[in-house]
């Protein structure tokens, strides 16, 4: 099998030590490096640590023969466009269970007309992770809010909505939230 595991996470910009650490149980920076290398056999388990510890699906990190690779031409950086550093690939954005989306239809905020945003379900006790991010929250009769979660407390969310001169919405004991974790973009 041939594994993708350091073209992943490269493209993450994490260091092996990062993965090592942010593995279930934790591991070494070196076993990952050998994974990553073949020098050490890669099984299912090890395929799901590592995916987990990156923030993938197991399946990213298997090079499929169907699956075409998106080669890094250039970094953009105050300087302008250069060629990068070391040769890289992206990973293409994919979907995971739980997530919902957010269609922009008209620009506001940070968003433009035909803008996709992908968002995190999240339960009430993970809303804390969202502090400061965009926040879609369910509202009664099938209505929605989606703005900055600037502060919670006792049940209560307290969103800033992206318009300008718009007042903060409170949300009491919502039942779910879901943070945006991707922007999808056509240019």
């Known amino acids: 099998m041939i594994t993708r595991i350091r073209d ?3 493209a993450k910009k994490m260091t092996l030590q990062d993965v090592a650490d942010r593995c279930q149980p934790p591991t070494t920076p070196q076993t990952v490096g050998r994974l990553e290398t073949g020098t050490r056999t890669v099984s ?3 395929l799901n640590r ?3 510890a990156l923030g993938v699906e197991a399946a990213d990190l298997v090079q499929l023969p169907e699956r075409e690779d998106i ?3 250039a970094a953009l950086g105050h300087d302008g466009a250069n060629p990068p550093r070391r040769e ?3 990973i293409a954005p994919q979907a995971t269970p739980g997530m919902v989306a957010v269609t922009v239809a008209a620009g506001i905020g940070d968003y433009r007309s035909g803008d996709e945003i992908w968002c995190t379900r999240l339960t009430p006790g993970e809303f804390g992770q969202a502090m400061n991010r965009d926040l879609l929250v369910p509202r009664p009769a099938g209505r929605f809010v989606f703005g900055r979660l600037i502060g919670r407390e006792e049940g209560k969310l307290h969103l800033l909505p992206l318009g300008a001169s718009q007042r903060q919405m409170v949300v009491t004991n919502a039942p779910w939230a879901a943070v945006a974790t991707k922007l999808i973009r056509n240019l």
């Open 8 to 10: 992943v996470r490269r």
């Open 44 to 46: 299912v388990g090890w």
């Open 50 to 52: 590592i995916a987990a």
């Open 71 to 73: 080669p890094v031409a």
């Open 88 to 90: 890289g690939v992206v």
